[in-house]
């Protein structure tokens, strides 16, 4: 297991390291360190980003980097608050690895963060027809209010 | 072997006019630039997931893909029980492996079969169904459906494998080591195989590692991942078994990979049937505390990964759902570029992404104007097979 | 029974659309050209262009950005042309139809000759349902 040594590593950067159990470790550090420690994960550690889970808390957004150790099967989230609601930003990490780039995109259009320095956040998953600035996964957006028009139905 | 005359299927995904699902700008012969659009399939379900309790999203989850429909509600019962803390008994353990190893078989055999016909050997693509009809009559006798089987609970197994079914079990078994002998013997000695898929669409380590793929994708470019070894579930860790790794990553690598794997499947399942204790399937679980949990698995196509978050109610307050295909498929993006048009449906398949991508697929020159649709792609592709054929043979 | 509809019904051409399915029907579909069941052997076969087909077979809960594309799809189709619903999803949109990204269950856009629900059907529910759509049709 090398979580001792990711914590001897990351001496600073972080504000919590709580291990669930022995495979699932939750760090929480400040959006400005987010580079330097996905920098010292994927490049020191050699290890492989899963995905980024993105949450819509009442006063912040929460973004959770799951970095997994594949040789011990150890994943290490880090959780990033975002406490600017109105104008969320963060840093990309397209320009240390590819794996960003559909993530970051789909975070983006999900919940409106943007990622400073991904080249293309166009519609993935979504419609280009969508209404810009409506995010499906924010508490806000109701499930079955539609933010735009039902087609008109030619029926028999 | 008698062949028949080829006859364009159309594949399971709408044949539309403007498909434009993968745009490939081509000069001349070769393709230089690949566009990539997808969402035809955005159902919103991670938020419905917040919608629906708990169990219900076992349910939800299934649908999310039909091939590997048994991969997600897997990962998020573990998803749960990580966030619980609480561990499947061991009779319920063996059958979800024994489930979920009995997909990776029919799984494969399907892409077989779909990578065959984009060759042009429709007659690979007629066997490896019929010999993939065996496993989804062994899923109805043990779960009572063909494909969406509901084996899957929070806190172990919904149904139990009786005793009587298991000599059925060993016995299909034994009857498709035949057919995975013809196919590994028709990949290794057929010289047209070789010249279609050796060298074609190769995806390097470096890149590999870059895009963060997962599955036989990656380890038929040599990263050496397996969540079934690494991040052990279920009883995989009980049982002997290997992981198959190639280097050349290229299309070969990546069937050979494949057809690796169903032996190994194969395998697990009969020492599993061997080792199978008495005991309880499930445990019971009433409340869902606050807290987090992420489970993974390797479903067929790779590395499977849930994320729940619980407030304590009923209810999911955030479920993310990251499928394998969506890391595999932007790697289309480097190995389709610099290979010739007539490649270019056999390398969108080799990644076995979960929705038959290749027929929404369009052929722009530079300029902007279109010349071919996702159908003539792959005729094109099964017209080189012929060509190289004729070739040989005279 | 008419000339044209004794015609119609004798080999069908089977045109397949997904708009936004889990695949699950889809592979049914397929599977119904497999030795095993060999829909074939009827003279059935799956055409790959709209514009040779008889039957339209529709799969999956339909979302926005399928249902512009079907629209022209079906626009294209030489009439009579038969729909047919194969699946819980395009009968009524299952377990979808509360998102955000949905649109509405396929009789609410067009009228459907046949309803083949299951999740999914199994290919004898399949060929059953063409069955019906024949004897649907030869007996108007």
Known sequence: MIKDDVKKKLEGKFKEWRVKNPRRIYLVIDKVDLREVAEVLYSHFKMRLSTVSGIDNEDNFELIYHFGYDKTGEIFSIRIFIKNKDNPKIDSLTPMFRAGEWIEREIHEMLGIDFVGNKNLEHLLLDHDWPEGNYPLRKSCILEKRPYPLEERDNE | MNKRKIVPIGPYHPLQEEPEFFRLVVEGEKVVDVEIEIGYNHRGIEKLSESKHWDQVTFLVERICGICSTSHPFAYVLAVEDLLGIVCPERGSYIRMIIAELERIHSHLLWLGLAGHFIGYNTVWMWAWRAREP?????????????????????????????????VIKKTLKELYKELNLF????????????????????????????????????????????RRDDSYACYDKIDWDVVVLDEGDVYAKVVARIMEMYESCSIIEKSLAKIPQGEIAIEVRDIPEGEGIGRVEAPRGECFHYVRSDGTNRPVRHKVRAPS???????????????????AITLAAVDPCYCCTERSAVFSPKGEKILNGEELIKLSQEKTQRLRNKITS | MGLKEKILTKSLWVYHVSSGSCNNCDIEILDCLTPRFDIERFGMQLVGSVRHADVILVTGAMN???????????????????????????????????????????????????YIPGCPPKPEAIIAGIVKLIEKVTRK
């Open chain 2, 184 to 227: 590994k013997k028709a990949v290794e000695d057929d010289p047209i195989i070789h010249k279609r898929t050796k060298g074609v669409g190769i995806l390097t380590k470096k890149d590999a590692i870059s895009f963060g793929v997962v599955g036989p994708t990656a380890r038929a470019s040599g990263v050496d991942i397996d969540v």
């Open chain 3, 64 to 114: 926005k950005k399928s249902l512009k594309r079907f629209k022209r799809v079906y626009e294209q189709a030489p009439k009579p042309c038969f729909v047919v619903a194969v699946g819980t999803c395009s009968c009524s949109q299952h377990m979808f139809r509360p998102s955000y990204s949905m649109e509405a269950a396929l009789d609410e856009i067009m009228p459907v000759d046949v």
């Open chain 2, 135 to 167: 496993i989804l009559d062994l899923f109805e006798l043990i779960t009572g459906n063909r494909n969406s089987y509901a084996m899957m609970k929070v806190g172990g197994a919904r149904r139990d494998i009786k005793e009587e079914d298991y000599p």
């Open chain 2, 326 to 344: 969506f890391m595999n498929v932007p790697t289309n993006l480097v190995t389709v570029p610099g290979y010739t048009i007539s490649d270019a």
